[in-house]
């Protein structure tokens, strides 16, 4: 299930490409949407409130889609999903521990004071970048062909955001050696503990 939400998320650009392009955006927006309902059913019996929300958020999206803008709508998805989780990042700047800290908990704790402050700064750094992103999906939305749109969201977004991964995964560990546990078991790190620390920034 996992591999099939990557998959989807990855896959998501060209599909609505191809929809847009045999001028099918309707159909594949009322599809979208009777998956979506399907799986909050699924996540509201499983009392899966983070994923409920997700969903609800995507539903609200697509139905606007929908009824006004199709093709604009499902292009400007990308950008949503950038401003959310850039909004996660900015909002756990308030709490004792920002994102990326509660990150470095997990792999080691306690933090020195300078780890802390250079999480802060990190995860700042990601909520402008997140945010950077976002707003280059709505430009290349609005004003651009929808080849140009595919070929960023669905391989240049993911390609600058692995360079920006990989290159403060290298910065860090040279500022912090004692800290480098290996770029790949970074990675897998990230990806594993993401459940937990998005659903405990959710949190009032």
Do not use: D
Not at 62 to 77: E, M, P, Q, R, V
Not at 151 to 171: D, Q
């Amino acid at each position: 299930m996992l591999y099939l939400r990557i998959f989807l998320v990855i896959a998501y650009p060209l599909i609505i490409f191809l929809a847009i392009k045999s001028g099918i955006s309707s159909i594949t927006v009322l599809f979208l949407i009777s998956f979506l309902l399907f799986h909050s059913y699924k996540q509201l019996l499983k009392k899966n409130y983070l994923n409920l929300i997700i969903l609800f958020a995507l539903l609200i999206a697509l139905c606007f889609a929908f009824f006004y803008a199709h093709a604009i709508t499902l292009k400007l998805t990308p950008a949503f999903i950038n401003f959310a989780i850039a909004a996660i990042f900015l909002a756990s700047l308030k709490k004792e521990s920002p994102l990326i800290a509660q990150y470095a908990k997990l792999e080691r704790s306690p933090l020195p004071s300078q780890v802390q402050a250079y999480c802060r700064q990190m995860t700042l750094a990601w909520g402008v970048f997140l945010t950077a992103q976002g707003m280059i999906c709505i430009l290349l939305s609005v004003y651009t062909s929808n080849f140009i749109w595919l070929l960023y969201t669905a391989i240049i977004n993911y390609i600058i955001t692995g360079l920006f991964f990989i290159l403060e995964y290298y910065y860090r560990s040279y500022r912090f050696p004692e800290r480098a546990h290996g770029l790949i078991n970074s990675i897998k790190n990230t990806i594993i503990h993401s459940p937990k620390v998005i659903k405990n920034n959710l949190k009032p």
